[in-house]
């Protein structure tokens, strides 16, 4: 997590605890919202982990700060940073037919293969998009480049690269032909 606050100090902005339980699950991590008591049935929260905030758990100690990065942005920045949640607006809007489609078969994965049983709508909402969202600007989706458009791949890395900024960066402020401020 440490890693992860310092590769993307926009993340600093944002209380997050943290705690690892490798083996618990069969997948890398899980994001805990407040108020969130279990993610499974029969799968519940750490005590460790306040349930009126925020926290993350590593479940496999292969998990990049890139993963955690990702997870955070696509579950809670895309409702609590203007920035991320512009970013996310304008993905969601951008989608093309094919990319819907391609929800619609990795719903009919999930329902299959993990017995999700979820309406698409609200797979959509809370897993389909946000990952989608992260599978090439996190890099979790191997050869990611042939399932997004050109000009989301643009927003991806305008993205990437407001995340890697200083949380404590102030903005340019040009005057005339003079700049004065921060470099982005």
Known sequence: MDQARTEYPVLNR?????????????????????????????????????????????YDPKTRPIDIAGDIVSHRLINEDPTIKQHYEQ????LEPWQKQRLQEQHQYAQKNFNDQRPYAEWEKDSGIPAYFRGHAF??????????????????????????????????LKIGRQTYGDEE
């Not at 993905?91 to 951008?94: A, E």
């Open 139 to 172: 890099q979790q989706w191997p050869n990611s480049e042939q399932m997004y458009t050109p000009q989301q791949i643009q927003q991806f890395d305008k993205m990437m690269g407001y995340l890697r900024s200083s949380p404590d960066k102030k903005p340019k």
């Open 14 to 58: 944002y209380d997050t605890q943290y705690k690892e339980s490798y083996g618990r699950r069969p997948y890398m991590l899980e994001h805990w919202a407040p108020g969130v008591t279990e993610s499974d049935p029969g799968v519940p929260r750490p005590s460790e982990l306040d349930p009126n905030k925020y926290g993350v758990e590593i």
């Open 91 to 94: 993905f969601q809007g951008s």
